[in-house]
């Protein structure tokens, strides 16, 4: 192979290993926001001492208009004035509000 072919072939293997290397060692990506040391149990870790998490605020019928809402999914319902978690699930959705307590 002469040397202008082999650069052409280059970035093309290098992408090519990449690919296989991502497909053997998949990533678990983590997210710390506002912190030094993200907790090991979470994805998403959210520190700050004088700041909250806003979540979406929509009304019950903004709320049933979203497209196949996944199981989990968080929404504060402005009709009905609480936190809502969707325990349904992405075909059948059943929003209700998270259990407290012993159940």
């Not at 208009?65 to 199981?71: C, H, L, M, S, T």
Request: neutral net charge; glycine residues 8%.
């Amino acid at each position: 192979m002469n040397k202008p072919a082999l650069s052409r072939c280059f970035p093309l293997l290098v992408c090519a290993l990449m690919a296989q290397l991502c497909r053997i060692a998949p990533l678990n990506a983590q997210a710390l926001i506002g912190g030094d040391t993200i907790d090991q149990s979470a994805i998403l870790d959210i520190q700050d001492t004088a700041k909250g998490v806003l979540l979406s605020r929509l009304t019950t019928d903004q709320r049933n208009a979203i497209v196949k809402p996944a199981f989990g999914l968080l929404v504060l319902n402005t009709t009905r004035q609480c936190l809502e978690a969707n325990i349904g699930g992405p075909d059948m959705p059943g929003f209700e509000i998270p259990c407290y307590g012993d159940s």
